[in-house]
Nanobody, 123 residues
């Protein structure tokens, strides 16, 4: 089992930045694929970014968000710049033991989830 705990959400004005952190425990190392997904009110949970042997981003966040991992400390991060009101959502870190280009954007393929952290971007 893998336990994930997010931190770093909050309220920011449009154009601002936030950094999210995710601490993993329960294993000696981070799972192979770790990622961030988000869910806005009234919308389905959607993929934001993932990192396995490479990094992957949703088109809506490319060039604004950066995902990175610190395997030595079982940590994962999401640096969010140039935030927009449309980025408002609950952000979840998630993990999976494997990776496939066929499913990495599918939330249902991630068995491990954090509790989520709220990010609110005001206009």
């Amino acid at each position: 089992q893998v336990q994930l705990v997010e931190s770093g959400g909050g309220l920011v004005q449009a154009g601002g930045s936030l950094s999210l952190s995710c601490a993993a425990s329960g294993r000696t190392r981070l799972p192979y694929t770790v990622g961030w997904l988000r869910q806005a009110p009234g919308r389905e949970r959607e993929f934001v970014a993932a990192i396995a042997w490479s990094t992957y981003y949703a088109d809506s966040v490319k060039a604004r968000f950066t995902i990175f991992r610190d395997d030595a400390n079982n940590m994962m991060y999401l640096q969010m710049n140039s935030l927009k009101p449309d980025d408002t959502a609950v952000y979840y870190c998630a993990a999976a033991a494997l990776f496939s280009s066929a499913w990495y954007q599918n939330p249902s393929r991630y068995p491990y989830w954090g509790q989520g952290t709220q990010v609110t971007v005001s206009s």
